[in-house]
């Protein structure tokens, strides 16, 4: 992790496990510093899941096909047989607290995340460790193709405040259970007739989750699936529908992305939108930043309620990685606060962009996507002690107006929303 070499000495950090060094401190303080902000920003709450789980936790939600679980869990058995599994990633952990803590008593969505190691056995490389650091955001409850977009958004935003920029997102939908079956049998068939002509980890995955020969990294493999019918071009209606919501979100955002249709992750529980974070430039190209998706049967197969949720873990090595390489320099500063309240469909829509615009004019801006109601928005604005709330309505958005409500006086003022950024910082100069 360090550009320091190692020396031969007579213990060594197991290999694929590093040390993190002063040298190296400030930018892992960078990291989750903005983390932690920008997760309040957008509304999640902290959660500290214990780093040993039951083994039987991931074979379940990760999938007992997947390479994490057949191949990269470090297990044990304790001294009275309970079989633990340091854990590879943090979403089934999430799920599992979420239940048992009983968080789904609470009002929804509930928005989740994490900061900590995960273990991976996998061959050490460049980017591939066996311990790394994920920060995991989970939001948990409803099924809303604004909340998919604005999981990307939230990976912007703190990629953004890190000072990394060129990246892009690789974007697909694998469907859910009403079309994938269908498709996978497509799959089985094709790939059938050509089974000679896989990589023998492929030829095994086929009977067991086909889906993953997509994105095998051999040549030929990949040779293969350049014929291969694509999943997009079999989605149910509604699947379909949904995909060209997300779409429409990031485009609003203006989010770089581009649909790949081999992308399909490597963990079982997802469903609908799946997506990775890549650097732009060629050399980058297979080093995922994060990658995430919606999941809306794992809740359910765990015992739980159906539920929707979706979610997505940035690696943190990777970022760290990525910062030093483009010699990112690091500063600190504080801004004031704004809350983005938005009412109805197309108060919720321009709102996004808004957000974004705010964001980027140097003002700190949070804002709930997901509660529509005045009375519950101007709430979470007073319990985190917004100077100011914006509130975009129908009829703002139609008049192109943007209402200034200064929090601590109660007084309100309707203004140009072109003028929003110009009016608020001069507010924020004259401190009212
Ligand atoms: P994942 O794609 O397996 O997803 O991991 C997310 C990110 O963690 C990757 O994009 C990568 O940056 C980093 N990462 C994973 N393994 C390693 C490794 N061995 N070395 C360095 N970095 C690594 C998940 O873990 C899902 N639980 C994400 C999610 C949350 N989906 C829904 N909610």
Redesign the pocket.
């Known amino acids: 992790m360090s550009s320091q070499s190692r020396k031969k000495t007579k213990f060594q950090a197991p290999k694929g496990m590093s040390d993190i060094l002063p040298e190296d401190q400030i930018y892992w303080d960078k990291v989750k510093r903005t983390v932690n902000k920008l997760a309040g920003e957008y509304g999640f709450n902290r959660l500290d899941p214990p780093i040993l789980e039951s083994t039987d936790l991931f074979v379940k939600s990760t999938g007992a096909f997947t390479d994490?679980v057949e191949k990269e869990m470090y297990s044990l058995r304790t001294k009275r047989g309970d079989k633990l599994t340091l854990r590879?990633?943090?979403?089934p952990s999430i799920i599992r607290a979420y239940l048992e803590n009983d968080l789904s008593s609470l009002s929804h969505p509930v928005k989740l995340y994490s900061i900590g190691p995960?273990f991976?056995h996998?061959n050490p490389q460049k980017?591939?460790?066996?311990q790394?650091y994920?920060a995991?955001?989970?939001t948990i409850g409803e099924q809303d193709p604004a909340l998919d977009a604005q999981s990307i958004q939230l990976f912007f935003s703190i990629s953004r405040e890190l000072g990394l920029k060129n990246l892009i997102t690789q974007i697909n939908s694998i469907g859910c259970p009403y079309c994938r079956p269908a498709y996978r049998k497509v799959l089985v068939s094709f790939y059938r007739s050509r089974k000679k002509h896989l990589c023998l980890n492929c030829q095994r995955r086929l009977k067991q989750n086909p889906l993953r020969l997509l994105d095998c990294k051999e040549k030929k493999c990949v040779q293969l699936a350049e014929g291969v019918p694509q999943i997009i071009d079999r989605l149910c209606d509604e699947c379909n529908s949904y995909f060209k919501n997300v779409l429409e979100y990031l485009d609003e955002l203006e989010i770089p992305y581009i649909l790949n249709p081999r992308l399909v992750?490597?963990?079982d529980?997802?469903t609908k939108t799946v997506f990775?974070?890549w650097p732009e430039d060629e050399e980058g190209r297979q080093?995922?930043?994060?990658?995430?998706?919606r999941?809306d049967g794992l809740i359910k197969s765990l015992g739980g309620k159906d539920t929707s949720?979706?979610?997505?873990?940035?690696?943190i090595?990777?970022?760290v990685n990525l910062m030093k390489q483009r010699n990112v320099k690091i500063s600190l500063k504080t801004r004031p606060l704004i809350f983005l309240i938005q009412l109805g469909d197309l108060g919720k829509k321009k709102s996004l962009r808004l957000f974004e615009d705010l964001r980027k004019a140097g003002l700190e801006t949070t804002s709930s996507i997901s509660k529509n109601t005045m009375r519950a928005q101007l709430a979470m604005a007073d319990k985190l002690e917004a100077r100011f709330a914006l509130i975009l309505g129908q009829k703002e958005v139609l008049d192109e107006t943007i209402i200034v409500k200064n929090m601590d006086s109660g007084t309100q003022e309707v203004i140009p929303l072109n003028k929003v950024v110009k009016e608020i910082k001069k507010r924020l100069k004259k401190g009212k």
């Open positions: 994490i590879p990633e943090f979403t995960i991976r996998e980017g591939r460790y066996r790394s994920q995991n955001f989970e992750r490597g963990l529980y997802y990775e974070i080093i995922s930043l994060a990658g995430g998706g999941y949720a979706v979610g997505f873990a940035i690696g090595n990777r970022i």
